[in-house]
């Protein structure tokens, strides 16, 4: 099993839609996890970081839960621009590794 | 203005020729990180360093090195050993709060191309 799983898409929605990802991650002992967005061959930047509260940005939420070990992240009215990647990351506690999933495509059409 | 550094931006590189990328941040971050992307994959860990004259392998370390003689640079070398090079390659740095890193900040990345 893969330490971060993420569906791949690509998910294709009309503006103003709104849409949710999951990432499941392997390792109970992670501690930090975030949501990262990559434009077509750019670097990935930092959209948010997930507390175990749920936090919200915006149009943007992102929630964890741990007992069943995902996180996820829900985009409301949903732009053109936000036509990309999304990038899950769990930071393994006890390798101190930062892990990335294969990222979701999501593609946001007129 | 702090960030995260990787030159060059663009690499051309001959089969058997070792190349080495350069990343330096001067955000004070302990921890950096060396990351593959291959088109239309994810990133994967090459290695990884938490403070400086040490350094861990990550999930594809073979045919590359690094060294982590500073705690602003954290070069990667490909070598001739590496049989598929051609990627995208991303370094990243990130802080420690509480013994847990922190979210980390990317370089913009070098395309390494051989011909």
């Known amino acids: 099993r893969k330490e971060v799983e993420q569906d791949p898409g690509p998910f294709n929605v009309p503006e103003g839609a709104t849409v949710a990802f999951n990432c499941t991650y392997s390792n109970s002992a992670s501690q930090s996890f975030f949501w990262y967005r990559q434009d077509c061959r750019k670097e990935p930047k930092l959209l948010m970081s997930?507390?175990?509260s749920g936090n919200e940005d915006g149009r943007f939420t992102a929630q964890l839960n741990r007992a069943s070990q995902y996180i996820s992240l829900l985009i409301r009215d949903s732009k053109l621009s936000d036509s990309a990647t999304y990038l899950c990351v769990v930071n393994m506690l006890d390798t101190d590794k930062l892990i990335f999933g294969t990222g979701t495509r999501l593609q946001v059409f007129p | 203005d702090g960030g995260i550094t990787q030159s060059p931006k663009y690499l051309f590189r001959k089969e058997g020729q070792n190349v080495t990328l350069s990343c330096e941040q001067n955000?004070?971050?302990?921890?950096m990180y060396w990351y593959r992307q291959d088109p239309g994959q994810g990133l994967r860990l090459i290695y990884y360093s938490q403070i400086v004259n040490d350094f861990q392998k990550g999930d594809i370390a073979e045919g590359y090195s690094v060294s982590r003689e500073k705690k602003e640079s954290f070069p990667l070398t490909v070598t001739s050993a590496q049989k598929n090079p051609t990627a995208f390659y991303l370094c990243?740095?990130?802080?420690?709060?509480?013994?847990?890193?922190?979210?980390?900040?990317f370089g913009q990345g070098t395309r390494l191309t051989v011909v």
């Open positions: 955000l004070n971050h302990d921890a």
């Open positions: 997930v507390y175990s």
């Open positions: 990243a740095s990130s802080t420690a709060r509480d013994r847990v890193n922190t979210e980390a900040f």
